[in-house]
Structure formats: C-alpha cells, structure tokens
C-alpha cells in the first residue's frame, strides 16, 4: 500500500486554515485518487471553494490560463471588393493589374480577397506585395513546381512576411536575395541526390536545409551521398542526414577535414584489393554509427 507522505509545513497550512473541505481535497489529492465532485461527495459550488482555498494557501496550482486566441482576419465581402476597387489613389488597381498580368488571367472575387488580406488585413505596401508575389513565383520555380503559385499560398507567406516584419521594399529585397539562395542550393543538392520531374517534400526540403544550416556545402553533401550508396547500394534519408549529423558533431564541415580525419586506415592488402571490395566493406567510423543509428531508428 502506498503512503501518502505530507509535510510539516502543509500541515499547518491546513490546520491554520480551518478549512475541512480544503483538507480532503488536499489528502485525495496526494493519495492519487479522482479529485472530481463526485468522489468527494462535494457538490461542484464546493469543490471550487475547496480548491481555491488550497490555491491560496499555495498548496494547488491555478489551472494555467488560456493562451488569447490569435486575431482572425474579417471576412471580406464583394462590397469590401468593390470598394477597394473604387479607391481614388488607384494603388490596388494597379496591384490588380500588375498580379493579372504576371498570371495571365483576370483574377476572382476570392483571389481579390486574398490581395485585400495582405493589403489592409497585415497593411503591407502594394509594392511590398507585389515583390511578395515575385518571390513565391520565383521560389515555386526553383522548388520544381511546373504551375503559378496559388494565390493562397502567396497570402500564407505574406502572414510570415508581417510576423517577420518584412514590410519595405529595402527588408523584402534582402530577404528574397538570401531566401533564393537557399532554394537555388537546395536545388541544386536535390539534383545531386539525382531527384528530378518532381518537387521535393516538405520532409525533404527540411533535410536539406537542415544540412546547409549545418554548414555543409555540396562537396560535402556529395561525400555523404556516395558514402552512403557504397554502403547501403541505396539513397536513404536518414542515412546521409546521420552521417552529416555526425560529421557536424565532430567539428568537420568542409570536404578537406572529412577527408583527413573520417576514414579508415587501409592495410596493404585491403589497398591491393580495393578494386574488388564488395558492398559494406571499408567503411569509416562515422560511417558505421551512422549504420548502426539508422538501425536503431528504424527497429
């Protein structure tokens, strides 16, 4: 039978309390048992006296509070539309015109919308939005993806763009150059993983970019790749990722100190016949964990 273990000190809370009912809250509480009204024989309006007077005595933690809900944008309706079409500055007209002209197509009422969200909802300029919209073409395109953007997923990143305070053409600017970059080298990488015809995953997009914020540049990613082809005659994710994870803990980013420093020594004999070497053979420390990680992982 377990015992129910009180201090001192919460004793004489209670005692200097007077308080009966906060008393057996408090014993059912410590002994693990269903401290609802029910297995109390409390009624509800006694139970929350019970437990705010354990509150204030500092023996029952508040119930945490709530987080605020996030602000939802309005509904916007076809007068909303109309109305930002009628406006004299013309501002969102030429918005209008500019995003029809780079899809081709006269926009609907729910893409309007969406250009109204970014325009009065997060108050980002039509200038800013408009370079908003080059960037979601241009990273779309880099990403493999053979359509437009859809308007929607244009207005999910301008959220990310106001969190980020992303609001002038000067913070835009600089965040499409290094964002570009990013996807241009994940491009890149993802051709060397020889995966084309297609978009990458968003799990496979989190893989490579995991591995560049590591600080590994495509030799290196290569090293790894062909690494783990010799050892598993196969490309697996969660393999290359291991062995980048590993060399990365041990302080090697560039392909000169893996080089150096992740191989094995060669007995004469393995060097005489290196060229008849069969899968599984000669593999680095670095290697064999990382074997010996995916096994784990996959068990």
């Given at each position: ?134 960037y979601c073409i ?83 990613i290569r090293l ?76």
């Amino acid at each position: 039978m377990n015992q129910v273990v009180l201090r001192q000190e919460d004793v004489r809370k209670l005692l200097g309390s007077g308080d009966s009912d906060a008393a057996l809250l408090y014993l059912h509480i410590k002994s693990g048992a269903n401290s609802d009204a029910v297995s109390l024989g409390f009624s509800p309006e006694r139970l929350r006296h019970a437990k705010a007077a354990l509150q204030q005595l500092g023996l029952l933690s508040a119930p945490p509070m709530p987080a605020p809900a996030a602000p939802q944008p309005p509904v916007y309706t076809e007068t909303d539309v109309l109305q930002h079409l009628q406006k004299p500055d013309g501002d969102f007209q030429k918005l209008r015109g500019e995003v029809q002209r780079r899809y081709g197509r006269v926009l609907s009422t729910e893409e309007l919308k969406c250009l109204i969200t970014m325009t009065d909802y997060l108050a980002l300029p039509t200038e800013v939005v408009g370079m908003l919209l080059s960037y979601c073409i241009e990273r779309s395109r880099r990403c493999g993806a053979q359509r437009m953007p859809a308007l929607r997923t244009v207005e999910r990143e301008a959220f990310r763009w106001a969190d980020e305070k992303i609001d002038t053409i000067e913070r835009a600017a600089a965040y499409m150059q290094q964002q570009l970059l990013r996807y241009s080298r994940m491009a890149a990488i993802a051709r060397m993983l020889q995966i084309n015809g297609r978009k990458l995953t968003p799990g496979e997009e989190k893989y490579i970019f995991s591995w560049l914020d590591m600080g590994f540049g495509e030799p290196e990613i290569r090293l790894a790749y062909q690494r783990t082809l010799e050892s598993l005659g196969q490309f697996k994710w969660g393999y290359i990722n291991t062995i980048l994870k590993n060399w990365d803990a041990a302080g090697l980013h560039t392909l000169d100190q893996i080089q150096q420093e992740d191989v094995r020594p060669q007995s004469a004999q393995e060097k005489r016949n290196s060229q008849f070497q069969h899968h599984g053979q000669n593999i680095s420390p670095l290697g064999q964990q990382a074997i010996q990680k995916m096994l784990e992982e996959e068990s």
